[in-house]
């Protein structure tokens, strides 16, 4: 089973910047689907960018939540088997749990989580 590790996360003052990172344990052209959700406390968890299979012609398609479209950015190396998630301009309300999910012929993954707070 594919294996999701995450890092990047921190506290970051309102309008800074931060960079996710996700690196899967098998090759991403053999996940269907890799996204970023984030729980923040209190609430459920909501997808924030997703994209699909990318290939070495293609970089897949990508849909974002619109709190965060303008502001995030997620891409992805293929030779690094790593999807990434940049998030300029954050405010308080990015604040939360950010997890990885891939989907694999249906079945879901899981990363641990990395922690965002964005605070002055």
């Known amino acids: 089973q594919v294996q999701l590790v995450e890092s990047g996360g921190g506290l970051v003052q309102p309008g800074g910047s931060l960079r996710l990172s996700c690196a899967a344990s098998?090759?991403?052209?053999?996940?269907?689907?890799m996204g970023w959700y984030r729980q923040a406390p209190g609430k459920g968890r909501e997808l924030v960018a997703g994209?699909?299979?990318?290939?070495?012609?293609?970089?897949?398609?990508?849909n974002y939540a619109e709190s965060v479209e303008g502001r995030f950015t997620i891409s992805s190396d293929y030779r690094k088997n790593t999807v990434y998630l940049q998030m300029d301009s954050l405010k308080p309300d990015d604040t939360g749990v950010y997890y990885c999910?891939?989907?694999?012929?249906?079945?879901?993954?899981w990363g641990q989580g990395t922690q965002v707070t964005v605070s002055s």
């Open positions: 999910n891939a989907v694999k012929k249906g079945d879901q993954i």
């Open positions: 098998e090759s991403i052209f053999s996940i269907d689907f």
């Open positions: 994209i699909t299979r990318t290939d070495r012609t293609s970089s897949g398609r990508i």
